[in-house]
Each structure stands twice: as C-alpha cells, then as structure tokens.
C-alpha cells in the first residue's frame, strides 16, 4: 500500500514509471474538471468525509475534515486470492486473463469506457444541489457520494491507461470532456443526461440508478479479465453507502410524508410543508422507468457475447449458480404478441441484461417493503408500489406499446391521460422545487424530511459535518 506517491494505490504504481507519468498527466485534468464540475460553491469548505486508505475489510477508511480538491483519490484493487479461474461462458477454467486477450479488446474497452462514463456524470448532475441541502448531515453525505464517483472514475482509468495503451489514454481524456446534458457531447447512457435539481430525485438517482451500477460492478467482479474484477470488487463496497443514502434518504422522506398527511386536517402533506406520497411515488415511477433502461436489451446478442466470452457474468455468479455455461437453460420473456402480453422462450445467454434487470428489480421492491412499513408505522392506509418494467420505456421490446404502472397494456390516449396521475408534472417539479430552501445549522432537518435515525460513524446528529470556510 502506498499512500505516500502522489497517487494512494496498492497496485505498486511506483514500480511502473510509464503508467505512473501517464497517470500523474491525467491527474490535474481531473482535478480541473472536479475544479469546473465538481459541487459548486464548496470548494473550500471543509467536509467530513471518508477517504479509501486499504482494501482490509476492517479497517479500509478514515474519516477527518478534508477540503474536496485535497482529497487524496486513490487506486485500489481487491488483492488476488490465489490461481482465478474464468468462472463461466466458453472459456470457463482457464486462468483468468492478466492482460486483455487481443480478440476481446473492442468489447472490454467498450464495457469499461461506459461504465467508466457514469462516474464524473453523477457528480455533474448533481453538482448544483449542495445549495439546498435538507441538513449538514445530507450536504456530507451528497459529497462523499460525489467524491467516491471520482474514485470510481480513478479505477475505471487507471484500467484505461494500464491495458489500453494510447486508445486508453484517449478515452480517458474523452471521459473528462464529456458533460451531461451537453447537447453536443452528452454523457453516454441517457438516464446520466437527466437534470438531478431537487433532493427528491437526489434520494431517487442514489436509490435507483446507483442501484443499476451496483449489478452490473457485481456481474464485472465476476469478470474473467481479473484487473477489472477486482477493481469492480472494491468499488462495490463504496457503492454500498451511496445505496443506503438513497434508501434511507426516500424513507426519510416517506416517513414525513406518512406523519404529515396523518396530521392534516385534509389529510394533506403539502399542506403541513412536506411531499405527499402520489408525488412520491410519481417520482419512483420517472426513476425506475428511467434506470431500468441501464440493463439494455432484453434480448442482446451483446449480453451472449459478453457472458459467452467470459467478460461479464451474472450477479453472484459463483455463489448462486451451480451452471456456468449459460448454454443449457431458457428464460420465460414476457412479451407482447397480437395485440396481448404473453410469453416467450428465450436462449438463457440472450436474455442475461433481464436476469439482472430480475436481480434489480427483487432489490427495489424489497426497498419498497421496507417504505410501506414505514408508513404502515403511521397508520396510515397508502401503499408505495415499483412500477413494472414495462412502464414508460423508450427502449428495449416494450418501447412500441404503451403500459400503466402496473404493466398492463393500455391505449396511447389511455398513457396520455394516465402519465398525469403517473409521472411527474410540471406542478409537481415547481412544488418539490419550492420545498429547496438549505438548511445549514448543525442538528437540523428542512420540514420535507425526516433526521436519520444515527448519524454517521459514530457521531451524533447535531455533529459539524461540514465545516464553512465563509459563513452561509
Ligand atoms: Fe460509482
Ligand atoms: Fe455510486
């Protein structure tokens, strides 16, 4: 481990001097870009934060005060756990790859680049909204998610620039001039180019589409290319807190709205200056539509391709699964044919991006559960509900037909009609944007959400999380 170069890692960059120069080149790039894109207006402040010192599953963090241009982003693998086998696919027990196998490098550099491309989009979407911060616990919060993408982008580059040679070194400059929601050069999955400006949609993005980047880190740390499984492993146990934050963050927000509607007269939340729940579940229904594109196709020659050559396997591959080929079973599709929603018998290997969409989705709705015993805790008789897949998509199988929320086929004008009550609205977005007034004094929460039940390592809710350079 060596946290003394001018880059942390424990990939022993300072025995490599080319890919340390190249690296230590891309380095105030970075930092220009977190300069011009990172959180505006907290630069100088000083945030409590956790930086990644080791990969020892007991002791990997520190936490202190740390301006974010001085945090010290690092490269950190997963160590090797002796001789690794290719788990699944056609090359299944050959010695996992070491360096990227010259027919699959199209392929490899092509999975990379684009879940390289998520990473500094989050912080670009989200750059604007620590100016309205529901507390100083959630400010802290958003910007450690924000500087754990960073690292993120750091371990999908250093991949880049280890592996790739000159192609590498271009895509990772390609990665820093992208901007999300650039109408000339917008970030590559269309989920990282939606405004994130509301706090609502904060919790829902954390929630939901961190969610997508969880599955597919956990199909790559099954990756038969061992650098990228193990780098994919750690960044996972970053992921973990951002999906806590979105978890927990919406069931704060539920929890205010359940008490809120209970304690209006008209039973209504917005009067007592919180979300009602149809807003928030409208919310879930934009994110999840929206997220659930991430898993692609649900029938994809790419997704064989990727499973087949051993690059990408399933969620738990190794735990869960007995069969690795992905040649013997099927998969039961739902689809529509004349007119009716029926289902069909898909090879397994073309239907990999649904398995995990399966995988995702099982993860959402027991999130969902949790929510309504929280509202269940209130007495309150509503129930918060996933939308199914088939609602509101623009791609994949079901994007020529038109579903409600519970998956149903509906007409054009019956969606027309519906998305009133379904999606949000232009009234809507005005009211959750109205609610962003920041509230900065330590110990306390705006009225839309609820305080966290602790707060973070140990500390207590009314803890300086972040620590102003110039008073608000
Ligand atoms: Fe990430
Ligand atoms: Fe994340």
Same mark, same amino acid.
């Given at each position: ?31 220009? =870009? %977190?300069?011009?894109?990172? $959180? ?7 945030? =409590? ?10 002791? %990997? ?11 010290? %982003? ?22 996992? =790859? ?15 680049? #684009? ?16 100016? !309205?911060? $529901? ?18 982008? /750091? ?43 509301? /706090?609502?949609?904060?919790? !829902? ?42 978890? #927990? ?28 729940? $149809? ?32 690059? &990408? ?5 190794? *735990? &869960? ?14 689809? @529509? *044919?004349?007119?009716? @929603? #029926?289902?069909?018998? @898909? ?20 999130? !969902?559960?949790? %929510?309504? *015993? ?47 009550? /379904? ?13 962003? @007034?920041? !509230? ?7 009225? /839309? ?19 102003? #350079?110039?008073?608000?």
């Amino acid at each position: 481990m060596s946290l003394t170069d001018s880059i942390p890692n424990n990939v022993d960059l300072g025995s490599d001097r080319k890919l340390l120069r190249a690296l230590e080149k891309w380095q105030p790039d970075f930092l220009s =870009w %977190w300069r011009d894109m990172g $959180p505006e207006g907290f630069q100088e402040d000083q945030i =409590w934060l956790r930086t990644a010192i080791s990969v020892h599953a007991g002791g %990997w963090a520190n936490y202190d005060y740390v301006k974010m241009p001085d945090y010290r %982003w690092g490269i950190f693998l997963t160590p090797r756990s002796g001789e690794r086998k290719i788990g699944f696919g056609d090359n299944a027990k050959y010695d996992a =790859w070491e360096e990227v196998p010259g027919e699959l490098r199209g392929m490899l550099r092509r999975i990379i680049v #684009t879940q390289a491309d998520t990473e500094p989009a989050s912080v670009e979407q989200q750059r604007h909204l620590g100016k !309205c911060a $529901p507390s100083l616990y959630d400010l802290r919060n958003l910007f450690q998610v924000n500087v754990e993408e960073g690292r993120h982008l /750091w371990a999908m580059v250093h991949l880049l620039h280890q592996y790739f040679g000159r192609d590498g070194r271009e895509e990772a400059e390609a990665l820093l001039a992208r901007r999300s929601g650039d109408q000339d050069k917008p970030r590559i999955l269309s989920t990282f180019n939606e405004t994130t400006d509301e /706090w609502l949609s904060f919790f !829902c993005f954390t929630m939901f589409t961190d969610r997508d980047g969880k599955y597919q880190l956990s199909s790559l740390s099954e990756s038969g290319f061992d650098p990228l499984a193990r780098a994919t492993q750690f960044m996972l146990t970053e992921e973990a807190f951002h999906l806590f934050v979105g978890e #927990t963050g919406l069931d704060r927000i539920i929890r205010r709205a359940a008490e809120a509607t209970v304690k209006d007269p008209n039973g209504d939340a917005r009067n007592q200056g919180a979300i009602d729940l $149809p807003t928030i579940q409208k919310w879930i229904n934009f994110w999840v539509s929206s997220a659930v594109e991430l898993f692609g196709g649900e029938i994809s020659s790419n997704a064989a391709d990727y499973f087949a050559t051993g690059l &990408k396997g399933r969620h738990n591959e190794q *735990k &869960k699964y007995s069969e690795h080929s992905g040649l013997e079973g099927i998969y039961s599709m739902t689809v @529509v *044919k004349d007119g009716r @929603v #029926t289902t069909e018998e @898909v090879p397994l290997r073309n239907a990999m991006n649904e398995v995990l969409r399966d995988e995702y989705i099982d993860d959402c709705e027991r999130a !969902c559960e949790r %929510w309504n *015993k929280t509202i269940a805790s209130t007495d309150l008789d509503f129930r918060l509900r996933i939308p199914s897949r088939r609602f509101n998509r623009g791609m994949g199988i079901y994007a020529d037909h038109r579903f409600d929320p519970q998956g149903n086929l509906v007409s054009d004008a019956e969606f027309e009609k519906g998305c009133k009550t /379904w999606l949000p609205t232009d009234e809507d977005r005005a009211y959750v944007k109205s609610l962003m @007034v920041p !509230c900065y004094e330590p110990g306390q929460f705006a009225p /839309w959400i609820a305080p966290p039940a602790k707060g973070v390592k140990g500390q207590s809710l009314d803890f300086e999380y972040v620590k102003f #350079t110039n008073p608000r």
